[in-house]
């Protein structure tokens, strides 16, 4: 491991460590709770609830973390792009620079407007 | 030394967190363990000086696939503990299976071990401290070697994109 | 075992700032991250002519301590039915994400955990991305129906706009050309510009893009008490509701640093290439002494002995660090002149990360909240398209200042002017693709999809 990352390691360590202390110690440090079987049940603004939690909801959603998955990459792609970018546009290098990376993005705007056409973003 | 002792942590929470993964009942917890394995395995790429390759395979696996599991966990109400179906033969594939996997992989490692250098598979891998800046070495080879498949890239991408709204769109108009 | 414990001793001696500077923001962040709520209630009631929380301590400068006190104390409550577990990881999950992110920020060229780590701010970004997860988990786990629809709707809302988050990214680091933290910011120094400057619609995305992933106004739809109670928080109190709290600010201290770092030019000063404008390097002792002596002046109007005590201590405290920044002046020959770089870096990035979050609150409280559907439009409908574009912009306004010697200046402005004039066709091609949609749902109602297909 490239040695700048074991403090991050041992800080990550840390950082989870502080809110899983803090929760353990205080556990002990808090009055006792006191109180019914109803200050458990879920909060629904008074009325109890009737249906259970675990039922389906929207499949937009799914749609939406699909396509942003997708996008993802494309960004992730990107990045190694832009740090090298200068370096090339230094060594007269433009057009290699430029081309292969807007053929990249402009395939994925043909895709980004067929499903803008589609609606498949719409509400997503 | 201390190389070795970070790869047996990360290799442990690896391991410990896929076994824990598939003996779960509940399948957001299944999902849980999964994200902590791939967060081990990205400190395993980190651990071999693969610095951009670590990060990517946050943000893409845990950031992004992760998300895509659990979103199909709790729209699917796959979050309910099935039924097991018990049958005996399955228990004695699986055991099998199991055995012959092991001992190939047994066989490997050990056919391995002498290999003269500095691993099983990089003969000539470089010193550790000598390796140029990660993500610049990634991108000149990505796009100076591997420029063609770079495009095809984008093309698989749009394939993708089109696909998964096809399938979804399909279901609704039915 | 005396071998091992000679390499740890070794490893610490090398290490030590980066380990110091970890233990401080284990133990410091949280601590800014309550007194930044506290400011932003101070800014909110003076926005709307009130004045705050002004009884526990002076001008309720110890609120946050008496509110950190209550909530840990408070009664944990798990509901039945929920899933211990996740119950209990969820949060623990958001701040451990919000805090390690923190990890490869640097306050000043000295202040850093991760030192010159080759994806410096890309690790920022990649580990912040972890946080909704805790929020989609806590929202699951809490079996109530307003958690899981507000943890679907955040989710929904953050990895719609982490694209445009990751394409305004990409428009600053094509124009600083490194992902390293620290060569981001001497790079705007040899440019001599910052570059908000250079690269100003995509600082904007940037801006609009974080606020919706930090689930700030006017993107809070998760978070609305009108809307969803309290969205993904609603079964969660006490400590625990704290953690979410404080992952919240702490994600904003993390994308203010993010963006002052990248676009703000970071520590440097402003025009630290002019020489003579060389006296704004007495502008951290000044600013100091100014709040020292207001202090002072304030301490004799308390009401309370204990509360004039505290101004005066508060106002000792400015005095001290202001003297600290006198002795570290530099070209001066003062005792701390070699410190003068940190302190002065840290001065300078504090300030531009104080004006980024002050940016933050002021759009909270200027700014109505966005419906559910009027958000995504926004991510997936214009800011997409306008941040691809602002990318493929800054792209060619490089190469043309690079190969056709075009001013660089000249070269930003022309395509500024473009990447505006492609927002506004957006915008209007959205809003005829609106009307028209709009339209056809009224007339055809035998478009009935099933939402709930899966």
Redesign the interface.
């Known amino acids: 491991m490239p040695p700048a990352y074991i403090p991050l390691l041992l800080f990550s360590l840390l950082v989870l460590a502080f809110p899983v202390v803090t929760l353990i110690v205080f556990k002990y440090l808090r009055p006792g709770s006191r109180g019914g079987p109803a200050k458990f049940q879920p909060y629904e603004c008074g009325i109890l609830p009737e249906t259970s939690t675990r039922g389906r909801y929207f499949a937009r959603f799914y749609i939406i973390a699909m396509l942003f998955m997708i996008l993802n990459v494309e960004t992730i792609f990107l990045f190694p792009w832009a740090v090298l970018f200068r370096g090339w546009l230094a060594a007269h290098l433009a057009a290699f620079a430029l081309l292969p990376m807007f053929v990249f993005l402009g395939v994925l705007l043909v895709g980004y407007v067929w499903l803008y056409k589609k609606g498949a973003l719409d509400l997503a | 030394?201390?190389?070795s002792v970070?790869f047996y942590f990360f290799a442990g929470i690896a391991v410990v967190s896929a076994v824990l993964m598939i003996t779960r009942r509940?399948a957001?917890?299944s999902a849980?363990f999964l994200?902590t394995t791939l967060l081990a395995t990205a400190?395993i790429f980190?651990?071999l000086?693969a610095?951009?390759l670590?990060?990517?395979q946050?943000?893409?696996y845990?950031?992004?696939?992760?998300?895509?599991f659990?979103?199909?966990i709790?729209?699917?109400?796959l979050?309910?503990p099935l039924p097991q179906i018990r049958s005996r033969t399955q228990k004695w594939i699986a055991l099998l299976v199991a055995l012959a996997v092991g001992l190939e992989a047994g066989v490997v490692i050990w056919l391995a071990r002498k290999v003269p250098g500095q691993g099983l598979l990089i003969p000539n891998a470089a010193p550790a401290d000598k390796l140029a800046?990660?993500?610049?070495e990634?991108?000149?080879t990505?796009?100076g070697t591997y420029?063609l498949p770079?495009?095809i890239?984008?093309?698989l991408?749009?394939v993708?994109?089109?696909g998964?709204?096809v399938m979804?769109?399909k279901?609704?108009d039915a | 075992m005396s071998p091992m414990l000679h390499s740890i001793l070794a490893f610490v001696q090398t290490w030590w700032v980066e380990l110091l500077c970890a233990v401080l923001i284990v133990l410091v962040v949280p601590l800014i991250a309550v007194y930044i709520v506290l400011v932003e209630r101070k800014a909110m009631a003076d926005m709307r002519a009130r004045l705050g929380p002004m009884r526990v301590g002076p001008h309720g400068l110890l609120q946050p301590i008496a509110d950190a006190l209550k909530l840990l104390f408070k009664e944990d409550l798990i509901p039945d039915n929920a899933d211990q577990f996740i119950f209990w990881l969820a949060p623990v999950l958001s701040m451990t994400a919000a805090l390690t992110s923190m990890g490869a920020v640097a306050i000043g060229p000295w202040f850093q955990v991760a030192r010159d780590i080759n994806i410096g701010l890309l690790f920022v970004v990649g580990v912040g991305a972890l946080g909704p997860f805790g929020i989609v988990l806590g929202g699951w786990a809490s079996n109530n129906h307003y958690s899981i629809i507000g943890a679907l709707r955040s989710t929904a809302q953050l990895i719609s706009y982490e694209t445009t988050a990751g394409f305004a990214l990409v428009s600053g680091f094509l124009l600083a050309g490194t992902l390293n933290v620290r060569a981001i910011v001497e790079t705007q120094r040899t440019d001599q510009a910052w570059y908000v400057f250079l690269a100003p619609v995509g600082f904007f995305t940037y801006l609009i893009a974080w606020i919706a992933e930090t689930n700030r106004a006017p993107f809070d739809l998760p978070e609305a008490e009108s809307e969803l109670v309290a969205g993904y928080m609603t079964e969660y109190s006490g400590f625990r509701w704290s953690l979410y709290f404080l992952a919240e600010y702490a994600n904003m201290i993390v994308v203010a640093s993010v963006g002052t770092t990248l676009f703000l030019g970071g520590w440097l000063r402003p025009f630290p290439n002019v020489r003579w404008l060389a006296g704004l390097d007495a502008a951290p002792t000044l600013l100091l002494a100014a709040v020292g002596a207001y202090c002072v002046f304030r301490a004799g109007k308390q009401p309370a002995r204990a509360q004039s005590m505290f101004m005066w201590a508060v106002a000792f405290g400015c005095f001290v660090v202001a003297a600290i920044f006198t002795l570290a002046l530099p070209f001066s020959h003062l005792p701390l002149e070699r410190m003068h770089d940190g302190l002065y870096g840290a001065f300078w990035f504090l300030l531009k990360v104080s004006a980024y979050i002050y940016i933050f609150m002021w759009l909270r409280f200027t700014l109505p909240r966005f419906r559910f559907d009027q958000l995504m439009r926004l991510g997936w409908h214009i800011l997409i398209p306008l941040a691809l574009v602002n990318v493929v912009d800054v792209g060619i306004a490089l190469a043309l200042s690079s190969e056709f010697g075009i001013n660089r200046w000249v070269a930003m402005v022309i395509t500024t002017a473009a990447t505006l004039g492609a927002a506004m066709l957006l915008l209007h091609w959205n809003d005829k693709y609106a009307a028209a949609a709009s339209a056809a749902l009224l007339t055809d109602s035998s478009i009935a999809e099933d939402t709930h297909a899966g």
Do not use: C, W, Y
């Open positions: 030394m201390l190389d970070i509940n957001i917890h849980i994200i400190g980190l651990q000086r610095e951009f670590f990060i990517s946050i943000i893409l845990v950031g992004g696939i992760m998300v895509l659990i979103f199909a709790m729209l699917v109400r979050d309910v800046p990660n993500t610049e990634l991108a000149k990505l796009f420029l770079f495009e890239a984008s093309v991408l749009l993708a994109m089109v998964a709204v979804a769109k279901r609704t």
